[in-house]
């Protein structure tokens, strides 16, 4: 996820979706990854947040989503971030709450010390003067000490992702794709796919990029990777309907990437917002106002939305949907800023499954 964290609101419209879903197919495949990405739920633990169930009941927010059907957890990992959150140690740590919570594990490798998306693909400090070569022993060693550390300690990843919304390559300018030159990127990449299966050949490998907003994108996109002979076992999109278009869109693109590729597709981001409202100083990355397919900004409407496009994946034959920061409410000291963690504020307040005194949404649940 990106726009929430460079501003990206100010530019962001209101599109005309007016889509009805219809019934999922009987003859579509259950969705077997259902999926929260938690990276900011240890920092809210050691800040002392709680967590609460529908019926008002404290709880164990790892055991709060396994009840709403979660099976999956996606970490992000930052090279050095200057807060100390997500480094490789604080990874390793939370990693062995979420195997012990007998949920799979997914690594959503930045290759940076900050936030890594479409628009802004930083490298790490320690690697920002090499070059393409040294990147590439960078990329190999680094995702491979992750892995491998991981595996050391029995909570060895299910998937990696290598890159974060990669649209336009990673570790810019080095990796970053000009001139429809992927050559670069996909020599990142398949050092990536080499070192996690070094570690460990079951780990599947994501390529993630958000362009579920079009086929012409995707197409573009997957097509250089795939010439320059970089293998991948998912293909991952991002998808949050205020900026990815219509539902009937979405389910063009999954569908055309699936054939077309001839690999399992995996929505790795989604969420919508229960609220109009700002919990914080930091305005909100998705403003109430923004709304999708006239569904309002309310715990039922943030269950409806994502209902849809659970079941929209699932038509389209995709095999898991992923809510992005369902635990990021709004605790002070857990701020978007790694350099600022403790000043900056959280634009996800009104985007996470849980309000503002930590309760859960009731009805919103994940669907196989």
């Not at 809210?44 to 979660?70: C, E, F």
């Not at 007998?102 to 490298?123: C, E, M, N, R, V």
Request: proline fraction near 5%; glycine fraction near 8%.
């Amino acid at each position: 996820m990106k726009r929430s964290l460079t501003g990206f609101v100010a530019t962001a419209v209101v599109l005309a979706l007016s889509l009805t879903v219809s019934p999922t197919p009987a003859h579509a495949a259950p969705l077997t990854m259902l999926g929260a990405d938690v990276s900011t739920l240890q920092r809210a633990q050691d800040l002392g947040a709680k967590y609460y169930n529908a019926s008002g009941a404290q709880q164990d927010p790892y055991d709060i989503l396994k009840s709403k059907g979660v099976n999956y957890a996606r970490l992000r990992i930052w090279n050095n971030p200057a807060s100390g959150y997500n480094n490789k140690a604080k990874v390793l740590q939370q990693a062995r709450t979420i195997k012990s919570k007998g949920l799979k594990l997914l690594i959503d490798f930045h290759y940076s010390d900050t936030w890594a998306d479409p628009g802004k693909q930083f490298p790490p400090a320690a690697w920002a003067s090499h070059s393409l070569a040294q990147l590439q022993t960078d990329v190999y060693n680094y995702t491979y000490d992750i892995c491998n550390s991981l595996k050391a300690q029995g909570t060895t990843p299910d998937s990696v992702q290598i890159g974060n919304e990669i649209n336009v390559g990673m570790l810019w300018p080095r990796g970053q794709v000009t001139n429809n030159n992927f050559q670069p990127l996909g020599s990142l990449l398949k050092q990536g796919y080499n070192a996690t299966k070094s570690c460990n050949s079951g780990t599947q490998v994501w390529i993630h990029v958000a362009d579920a907003d079009s086929m012409a994108n995707a197409r573009w996109f997957f097509d250089g990777i795939r010439g320059q002979g970089v293998q991948w076992d998912v293909s991952a999109l991002s998808y949050y309907c205020m900026w990815h278009g219509t539902l009937t869109n979405l389910y063009n693109v999954i569908t055309d990437v699936r054939t077309r590729y001839g690999k399992p597709v995996v929505i790795a981001e989604t969420a919508y917002q229960f609220t109009t409202g700002n919990a914080d100083g930091t305005g909100n990355s998705i403003p109430g106002n923004v709304l999708c397919d006239n569904i309002p900004a309310s715990w039922a409407g943030q269950a409806q939305q994502f209902q849809w496009t659970q079941n929209t994946a699932r038509s389209a034959g995709a095999v898991g949907v992923f809510y992005w920061e369902p635990t990021w409410t709004a605790v002070n000291g857990n701020g978007w800023d790694p350099a600022n963690i403790n000043g900056s504020g959280n634009g996800w307040d009104n985007m996470a499954i849980f309000d503002w005194s930590g309760k859960v949404n009731p009805t919103l649940v994940w669907t196989p």
